[in-house]
């Protein structure tokens, strides 16, 4: 009985831990990065990677929390890896570790899936939390969390006032709270839970919002919720 008691107790300390995948082709920083992080209690590297290939290899067999994914790899670039997990529907949350990024980078890595883009330089006293900020559904872009993906294309996007009358699409009132959950960066298993619905209805959901507007993933979706005021903060 003790045996069992103890069994289950480290198993469900196991399950509060963050695992995280770090894909970087610089052996020095992979090293540094991975002892700062081994610092959090919480945090958990369970692998780590050389290249954009390897990068999604590993998160595919192992299933982290959280990768976090260099741009400029040789041979798979990070960008590359991004579009790859974006087509096999990867539920990991990804953040990019890189020295420069254009503005233009930017957009398309979100629009890939990243949820964070953290500079290298500012990586020591930024990544923790910047991890935390992105599991709890937030997005994170530079030295600041920005609240949710219509505060971040705010942030990269220039504004042209140019914003179409705001009307309702036909989209249900349930369509309507799963759009506004996916604007505020749930992921589907999260946005289920949120609205106590399965993830195969959150699904349906989400695939009807898509038809309805004429958009394929979900930076598109926030773009024409800007564009459109779908919803009452827009």
């Not at 050389?50 to 990070?78: C, F, K, N, Y």
């Not at 939390?129 to 997005?139: A, D, H, M, N, Y």
């Not at 604007?183 to 989400?206: D, P, V």
Request: hydrophobic share 45%.
């Amino acid at each position: 009985m003790r045996f069992a008691s103890l069994k289950k107790r480290m198993h469900s300390s196991e399950s509060l831990l963050t695992t995280i995948v770090i894909a970087d082709d610089h052996p020095v920083f992979r090293y540094g990065l991975r002892r700062l992080l081994e610092t959090e209690p919480d945090f958990r590297i369970v692998g780590e990677a050389i290249d954009g290939d390897s990068a999604v290899r590993l998160t595919r067999e192992l299933q982290p929390h959280i990768l976090l994914l260099d741009l400029a790899m040789p041979g798979v670039s990070g960008m590359e890896a991004l579009g790859t997990l974006l087509q096999q529907n990867a539920e990991v949350r990804t953040i990019i570790l890189t020295a420069e990024i254009e503005k233009g980078e930017v957009t398309q890595a979100l629009q890939l899936g990243a949820r964070g883009i953290v500079l290298k330089q500012s990586a020591t006293e930024l990544i923790a939390k910047c991890i935390r900020r992105v599991l709890e559904g937030q997005v994170w872009v530079g030295r600041d969390c920005v609240g949710d993906m219509i505060d971040v294309l705010r942030t990269v996007l220039p504004q042209n006032g140019l914003a179409a009358p705001r009307r309702d699409f036909s989209l249900t009132p349930r369509e309507t709270q799963v759009l506004t959950a996916i604007l505020a960066g749930f992921g589907n298993k999260e946005l289920a839970a949120r609205l106590s619905i399965s993830e195969q209805t959150a699904k349906h959901h989400i695939s009807n919002i898509y038809d309805k507007l004429g958009v394929s993933n979900r930076m598109e979706l926030a773009l024409f919720a800007i564009n459109h005021r779908l919803v009452d903060k827009i």
